[in-house]
């Protein structure tokens, strides 16, 4: 057997895509452009209406003191964050908008499908034949198979300058031929080869190109067997064994890396085919709309021991981001299969391909409370729409329709634990006069939604449940009676009121009033009638999912079962 394994370097360099893009679609989508006369209320003091809202400003006011005393660990995180990503071009760094971070679970779950896959393939695969001459005997190897596969082990180590080492050790294989021996006369029988311990080192660079490609390069691959027990029936000369464990021993490894540099090449080309600008579909109530994710590398990425960071520039829209903008990574976040950073920016950018939303309606007038609010005939301890309009008379009773509609892209800031989500609509009420539907009023208004952790983990355990096709799958979170766990109103503002008929002198603050007093009320029917689900994946499925607000970021962590179908688009011989 050879005394030196059998190294091949792969000169030809190619793009290597390893990013998993999973964005839970009923995550909220937001805008940065809203053109308004309001005065936005996400980045300063809210319009307090009532005492309630004086105790949530209070509390609030409490929310930023622990962001402020939690400073020193984001900017700790932030100068990391600088220093490792110091070499790259900092006009880079301003387009980081998205990031996905991939863990050793991630890789090793890949790892073991592949795997399973290959072990399939490769039993009962039929080698190349080769002859060679020994002890002055032609020997010839007739069609040899493989069977009883047992694959090595996979590991990997992470080296400086983002080299990789793909390490496999140890399995074991049978390989079964027939021979024939030439020399004056001609000798055949049966060749039985069980080759074990085998060790496989492919180590390779992971960088990008200047169009924001992931390459692979400086590739080197490494094999040898180091056991080979060979068995020839009827059996030849102990140094001709000898020739055949070394001759065996060189073309299998010689075998193994060209096929690790095909199967390289191959998996680069189909998951880079796979993820190319990919698009997300999103379901807003029974309307189908999509996402398109701009999967360009926007920065150097980085490999190590714990995690794969592949930094993207997320939206397709995106020019250039804030500088001051960084998102918001840990080094704990390490223990799912894939984490995906978001940015603020881009997910006010990704609201803005939702054109769909700008047709979203909420039917307000279905409700039994609501149509309370738009009674004629008001009770003497609750307000409502007939304290507004003078000659009620006109209209039928309980005719009353209130439709809201969101007027334009939502605006979100996302801090620690929590998000604050500016949603500008516009309303009209109607009545019925002799049939006739009547506009009687329409108003526009500002209403600012507090989304905090608890109530976004319970909105996407509720998704996953609903998706998933085992019932071995585990939750990572699970929900809690608490009044974070729902969508809360902490401000109204209302504006640009305009009535059609006649109405009270003090008709804005009445109308005011009205609706605050229903913020509630307001609430659930947002969480119902605004909710976005995504639509099923044939690709994966989600194990699990859990979601945090942290400073300007979205962290969502996942796991997932991916189709057995994908793997096989990965095959080492299809």
């Not at 000898?242 to 065996?248: H, I, N, T």
């Not at 299998?252 to 600008?277: D, P």
Request: proline share 3%.
């Amino acid at each position: 057997m050879s005394s030196q394994p059998y190294i091949r370097v792969i000169s030809s360099p190619s793009a290597f895509y390893f990013i998993l893009l999973i964005l839970p679609s009923y995550a909220v989508g937001l805008s940065l452009e809203y053109v308004s006369d309001f005065t936005l209320t996400t980045r300063k003091n809210y319009e307090i209406i009532n005492r309630e809202e004086l105790s949530q400003e209070e509390e609030g006011r409490q929310q930023d003191t622990e962001i402020s005393q939690s400073k020193s660990v984001t900017e700790l995180f932030t100068k990391l964050s600088q220093e490792n990503n110091a070499k790259f071009d900092s006009n880079l760094k301003k387009n980081v908008g998205m990031m996905v971070r991939i863990t050793p679970r991630m890789i090793n779950y890949w790892a073991t499908e592949l795997k399973q896959i290959f072990q399939k393939e490769l039993e009962n695969k039929e080698l190349p034949e080769f002859s060679r001459t020994l002890m002055k005997l032609n020997v010839s190897i007739l069609t040899p198979r493989i069977h009883n596969i047992r694959l090595p082990r996979f590991s990997y180590k992470v080296q400086c300058n983002n080299t990789m080492e793909i390490i496999l050790h140890g399995g074991s294989a049978q390989l079964l031929s027939s021979y024939r021996a030439v020399y004056r006369t001609i000798r055949e029988g049966h060749l039985e080869a069980n080759m074990s311990n085998f060790i496989i080192n492919l180590k390779l660079k992971i960088s990008t190109t200047f169009a924001g490609k992931l390459l692979l390069e400086d590739i080197v691959c490494g094999a040898e067997v180091r056991s080979i027990d060979i068995k020839l029936t009827p059996k030849l000369h102990e140094l001709v064994d000898q020739g055949l464990r070394v001759e065996l021993d060189e073309t299998v490894s010689v075998a193994i890396c060209e096929a690790l540099e095909a199967f390289t090449n191959k998996f680069e080309q189909r998951l880079n085919k796979l993820i190319r600008s990919p698009v997300v579909e999103i379901k807003i109530n029974d309307t189908v709309t999509h996402l398109l994710i701009d999967t360009t590398i926007s920065n150097g990425i980085l490999l190590t021991e714990d995690y794969f960071d592949f930094p993207l520039l997320g939206s397709p829209t995106v020019k250039k981001l804030k500088s001051d903008e960084h998102l918001m990574k840990s080094p704990n976040d390490k223990v799912e299969m894939v984490y995906l950073y978001v940015s603020e920016s881009v997910l006010n950018m990704f609201l803005k391909q939702l054109a769909t939303f700008g047709d979203t309606a909420l039917q307000l007038y279905a409700d039994p409370e609501f149509q309370k609010m738009l009674s004629l005939k008001c009770s003497e301890d609750e307000e409502c729409m007939g304290d507004l309009l003078q000659d009620t008379e006109l209209y039928v009773p309980d005719s009353g329709r209130m439709i809201i509609k969101i007027r334009s892209p939502l605006v979100a800031s996302v801090r620690n634990g929590f998000a604050l989500i500016d949603l500008h609509l516009t309303s009209f009420v109607t009545y019925k006069q002799e049939d006739v539907d009547v506009k009687v009023l329409e108003f526009e208004w500002l209403a600012t939604i507090h989304v905090s952790n608890e109530y976004l983990n319970e909105h996407l355990a509720e998704r996953v449940q609903n998706h998933l096709f085992s019932s071995t799958i585990y939750y990572k979170y699970q929900s809690a009676e608490n009044t974070n766990a729902s969508l809360q109103v902490v401000n109204l503002v209302v504006s640009n009121i305009t009535p059609y008929v006649e109405v009270i002198p003090n008709y804005g603050e009445h109308l005011l009033r009205l609706i605050s007093s229903r913020k509630k009320l307001l609430e659930k029917l947002l969480a119902e009638q605004c909710s976005l689900a995504r639509t099923t994946n044939t690709l994966y499925k989600m194990v699990y999912c859990t979601a945090t607000f942290r400073n300007g970021t979205l962290v969502i962590a996942t796991g997932l079962q991916w189709n057995a179908e994908l793997f096989y688009q990965f095959s080492l011989f299809s």
